[in-house]
């Protein structure tokens, strides 16, 4: 049996250490992501859902316990190896898209393989419209991001979030910004995305009904988790 995606071993995580105004937001947390598997992440404002969503995603590292990756405890690694391991394992996609405006939607898309440099020049162009097809938008690789729908710029963040070929995608609020029908669709094509390829999925949200069409709800209530 391959080792869990993501293993959190009694994580903590506090803010202004040292300070008198020290307070932990995570307590204890244990959490166990299996490769293939799409979990919900819930829980109300404040309870430590984006602390924890950034100790996954290798951008804060925890006050104490242990996260290992793929079975690698990444406690021993420096900052390099953590960028490193970032970027060809995680992908994330947030509330706001955040794709460059003034770029096309291949060009978004294209951006982590030119960063990276660990494609051919030759492929990356051809990588990133075969990400775009598999996010419904090949008729739409030269359209300039402004010019797309809420939702349509979200897909292309989703094609982006999956350039490096990540084995989790870590998504805050994704459809938080979109209307119902845009919000369902986008939904669906992670859902997709994690059926044809088996990338993990890790989706932060408020919307029940998106989370309990997820394989496993997770609840975070005031730093702690609950099943
Ligand atoms: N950099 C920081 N310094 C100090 N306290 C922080 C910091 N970041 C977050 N906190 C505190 O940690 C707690 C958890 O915040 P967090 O943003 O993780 O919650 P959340 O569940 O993601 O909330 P929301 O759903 O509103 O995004 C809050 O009390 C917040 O004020």
Redesign the pocket.
Not at 43 to 54: A, E, I, R, V
């Given at each position: 049996m391959a080792d869990a995606i993501l293993k959190l071993e009694r994580v903590c995580?506090a803010?202004?250490v040292g300070l008198p105004?020290e307070?932990e937001?995570?307590h204890d947390v244990d959490l166990e992501l299996d490769h293939g598997e799409f979990l919900a992440l819930i829980?109300?404002?404040?309870?430590?859902?984006?602390?924890?969503?950034?100790i996954v995603g290798l951008l804060d590292r925890p006050t104490s316990g242990r996260l290992s990756i793929k079975g690698h405890d990444t406690a021993s690694l420096g900052d390099a190896e953590i960028t490193r391991l970032r970027g060809h394992t995680i992908g994330f996609v947030f509330q706001y898209h955040l794709l460059i405006s003034a770029f096309t939607a291949r060009e978004n898309v294209m951006m982590p393989m030119l960063v990276d440099r660990g494609f051919a020049s030759a492929e990356i162009e051809a990588r990133a419209d075969r990400l775009l097809a598999q996010v419904g938008l090949e008729k739409f690789a030269g359209n300039l991001a402004n010019n797309m729908s809420g939702g349509q710029q979200q897909r292309v963040a989703v094609a982006r979030a999956l350039a490096m070929g990540p084995d989790l995608v870590l998504a805050?609020?994704p459809t938080g910004n979109l209307d119902t029908r845009s919000a369902d669709a986008v939904f669906e094509l992670m859902r997709q995305v994690n059926r044809d390829s088996g990338t993990s999925f890790l989706l932060?949200t408020?919307n029940m009904d998106l989370a309990q069409r997820c394989d496993r709800i997770i609840e975070?209530i005031d730093?702690r988790i609950r099943a």
């Open positions: 995580k803010y202004n105004t307070t937001v995570l829980g109300p404002s404040g309870s430590g859902k984006s602390t924890l969503l950034n805050d609020e932060v408020h975070v730093g």
